[in-house]
Structure formats: C-alpha cells, structure tokens
C-alpha cells in the first residue's frame, strides 16, 4: 500500500470512528435504565477514553509493553530504546510502576498526566524512534546512516535478559568508545583521513547522552554478553513522537499491579505482548487479555522473547502453537516475531513493526476504532435482530375492547338504555299511567352521570372501577397487550416494553372514568316524545270529557231533571264514544310509543357504546400505548445505533 493509499485510509477510519462514537453514545443513551449495569459502566469507559485520548497529542503513538513475570519485557525496552533506563532484575517484581520512555516532548506531559505514569525518560532530541539497537550490525549500519548525513552512536552494550549492565561499566565502555576513535575521526575525518562532517555531530551526541544515561543509578552487577548497538539520530520538526511503557507484570501477586495493567491495557495505543517459551500459554494471558481483543489485531503485537534458548525446530514449533492459540481467539492476523533480549536477535523487526505504527500517527485511531468495534460487538446481544413492530390495529382493539369492559362501558351502556325507555314513557306514555314511570329510579342517576350542572372533568361517576375485580380485568389487558407489543423483542427491550405497559395501570382508572364521565350520553329528549304526548293528551281529554258529559246525564237523572238530549253517532251515545276513544287512542299511542322507544334505545345505546369505546380508546392510547410505542422506537434506535456503529467500524 502506498503513503498517499495509507493516508487516505486512515483519514478515512479517522471519519468512521466520530461517527461510530457518536452512534456508540447514541447507543449508551438509549439503553440507560435498561441495559445491565457492567455493560453501561464498559461502554462509558469506552466512550469516556476515546474523548480523552482524542483531545490529546495526535503525533505520539503510546506503545504499551506487557508480559509475565521473567519474560524480560524490561530486557527487550531497554533493547529496543537502546538505554538501560528499564530495571532489570531476576526477582519479582522486576518492575513496580509504569515507566516511560519519550520521544518527542511536546505534547508527551498531557498524555502521560492522563496515562497516569509518572516516571517518565525523556530521550534527547534526534535520539533513534526505536532502532532495534542491539540487532543491527554496527558497521555496515553506521556507513549507511553516516552517508544520508546523519549522527551515529555506538553503544556496545545493553541489558541482559537476567541481571543488569552496571552504570560504570556502561560509563567506561562510552569512554573507551572515544579513546578509540582515530585521530582523524577527532579532527573530522574518517578513517581512509576523509573529512567526516558528522564525526562533530557524533561527538555531541556520545556527550549527551552520556549525561541522560546518568540520569539515575544503580549497584554495578556482572554484565550479560553484548552486542554491537546502533543509534539513530533524525533531526525533523515534524518527527513522530513515540512513548515506550514498561509496566508490572500482569501476573504479579501484587493486586496494585495487576490493576494497573488493567487500566492501561485500555488506554494505550498499541499493546506489545512479551512472553516466554514457558508462559506463552499461560491462561492469565489468553483469559484475561487477548481473548477480548478479537477486535484490536491492528494495534496487537506479540513478541516471543528468549528464542535464543530454542532449538529452530522447537521454536517453529512454539511459535506455530502460540500462532495456533491467538488464531482460536479471533487473532489469526497477529504478527508473532521471535527475538531475543539478550542476542538482538529479532530486534530490529520489532523495532520497525513499532516504527512504522508510530510513523503513522494513526495507531490511536485504530485503538479507538478497535474499542468502538468490540464495543459495538458487546451491545449486539442486546440488539434485536428485526425491527419490532408496532402494535397491532387488532392488539389495539382488543386492549380498548377490555379496558371498556374494565371501565364499565356496558353497565353504562344498560343504563343509557334503560334511561331512553324510561324517559321516553315518562313523555308520551298514557297519562293515565305514565306517573308509574316516576317511582323507578333514573338509570344515570344512579350511576351519577345525569349531572349536567358540572363540568365534565369535574365528574365523578359511581362505577365500581376500583374493585379489586376491575383492576384484575385492567392488569390482564395492560399484560396481554404488553405481551403482544414485545413479541420479537429480547431482553431486556421485552421486558421494558411490557412495563411500558403495565406502568400506567395506577392512572389508568380515573382516566376511564374521565372519560366515561366526559362521554356524551345524549340523555335529552327526542322530538316525536312531544308529539306523542301532546296525541295523549288529546285522548285523555275525550276521554275526561265523555265521563265529564256521562256524569252530567247521571246527575240529571239522578235529581228527575229534564234530560238533555245526547248526541248520537251511528247510534252510539258521542259521550261514549269519547270515553271509549280516548282510552282506545291513549292505550294505542303508548304501545307505539314504548315500541318506538325500545327502538329508539337500542340506537342510542349503539351510539353510546362507540362513543365510549372511542373514549377508552383513546385513553389507552394516550396512557398504555404511546409509552409501549415510544419504548418500542427505542429499542428500534437502539439497533439501529449499534449496527450502524459496528458498520463504521
């Protein structure tokens, strides 16, 4: 792949990594108060390091050095920095805290702040960006950097794998490293006596880093065998920075290094792991680390130290087991290089596998990336395979048909209907016995929905809502319909949607009863009511005047009076005839009318009913299902986030 094809792909990854935290904090959002705890604290840390690390120093690249107690991970920083500034020891703990080794200070001293390590090497400028010092040869490599112009530093000695180089013996070696040089090489020429314009610039450097080296001390120990070590110097304003941690083993006995493993095992930008021949299987290493870093194979690297103590065919064969291993947890395309510490052996290629991710400047995006994907990985369980589906227009029906009943709907409906006939009878029955009508009670009334002196959401109706029968009716529709609603859903989407509609039920009573209350139940009266009883009374009054007229002809006679002459018609007597009419009209127009009535009461309580079950309708959408509706766009955003976020990752 070439710089500008390298360039554009991480600028790329750059842009799908904003994008995927944000749907990542999209995601944290929506499932607080429902995702386990541990998960929401996992994803906050995510979250929460990438926005630190994303507003700190881009041009450093924090390699994170990790391995078990004697793997000489010490060793192996101190080979590849070309310092012996890592304590080497054959004890445990060979190292108690996080030390590091900088290349490039501006910017260092915020990261580190938030790293949390407060020992901290500052390498002097133009020092080598991890030249694998102990593994080139130092002829040949200083004839090629003295020919592009640049400083070169023989340090012929560097820190075993067990025990350490004392600091006098490396003091006497730089002093020797002078008075060996030629007389030419002091006067700035080469040993053919051709003038040598860096021999000056090699000089400053040897007297340098002679004052880094001392910057701290330690008891002289026997010295390991050595090997030729070649720094580099690069001298450029815009240089990659570089920061080299060597941490306490992650499998001290000591609780405070483990967790400090922990902690930075999360932060760093790429994770160099160390191990030997005798631990690279160790289950501390697979079952605490690289077995959750399935997603991070970009920033992982491993290095199998000591393979100066195998035989080839051993170590083809250890390094196929330990290949065999990562690749069965997700890290087949983990690079493994074999070095050595003490020979240099391998050096130089993990020198530059850590070169060319620093030179990048893109190893922290790649970390966050990796977070955001095994993040993003972590959520997918929760995430529903298919968008859940509304609730049903028959789930519906059926949640306002039972909460209706609930509510009393067809008590009430009985009384609309009951309270038509009586009213009804009340106006156009017989007048003769229409007064009967009176001594039943009012349907509505009783249920106190005849108040039409107070305001609607004022009313109180004397339904029966608050038995314990009602509320069992109200809790089996909320769960029925919660159950039909969460079809599809996994935990813990299906039970947040079934509480969603369940919630409610404290306040789902007097919002019924508001709205059977606020219902109109048409109790006035209907027009041909007034026309039949005016008919009746038309009747009723022949009728009281053919016993009025009957009475006077008896009275008449009854004191020998001269009786007055009758009207006949068809021969019948016309008093007669008005008393027999009147009771034949009356008795004929309340038969009609009480038909017409039962008649006219089934439509009223039809429309009734409907009206009511609208109101309950709407009551169990506004309650029951916008909640379950807007738990269910939840759980839909919340898939929506998390694949969207391991797409862009």
Known sequence: MSRDTGAAADALLATSLLDALDRLQEAYELGTDRLPQDELERLRGTLERAGARRSLSADHTVVGVFGPTGSGKSSLVNALSGTDAARV?????????????VWGRRGSDELLDWLGVSQRVQLPEGAPLVAGSAAVAAQGTTAALRSMGAAVLVLDGYEGHEGHEGRQDRQDRLDRHEEHKTDAGRDGHDAQGTADPTAGRAQDAVRGLRGFFRWRRRPKAPAAPQAAAVVRTVAADDAPGLILLDLPDFDSTTLAHREIVQRLAGQV?????????????DAALHHGFLRGLATHEAVTIVALNQADRLGPQDLEAVTSSLKGILAGEGLSDVVVLPVSARTGDGVTGLAGAIRTLAESRAAATRRMAADAAHAAAELLPFAVEHPVARPSGGAITALSDELGSAAGVPVVVDAVRSAYRRDAHA??????TRW???????????????????????????????????????DHALRVF?????????????TSIRDAARGPAADLTDALDSAVTGTDLETGRRAWWGIFGLLQWVAFAALAAGLAWLGVLAVLGFLQLPAIDVPRVEGFPLPTLLILGGVVTGILLGVVAALLARWGAARRASRVRRRLLASCSRVAHEVVMRPVEDEVERCNSFRTAVLAALQRT
């Open 89 to 101: 020891a054959a004890r445990r703990p060979t190292t108690s805290e996080p030390l590091a080794l």
């Open 269 to 281: 930008d790429v994770l160099l792991w160390v191990v030997d021949p005798q631990k690279y299987a």
């Open 427 to 432: 106006v156009a029955g017989w007048p003769v």
């Open 436 to 474: 009967l009508a009176g001594l039943r009670p009012d349907p509505l009334r009783r249920l106190n929905l005849r108040r039409q002196d107070v305001a609607p959401d004022m009313r109180r109706s004397s339904l029966p809502q608050g038995q314990p029968a009602q509320r069992a009716k109200v």
């Open 482 to 494: 919660g159950d039909a609603s969460a079809g599809g859903a996994v935990e813990p989407w299906h």
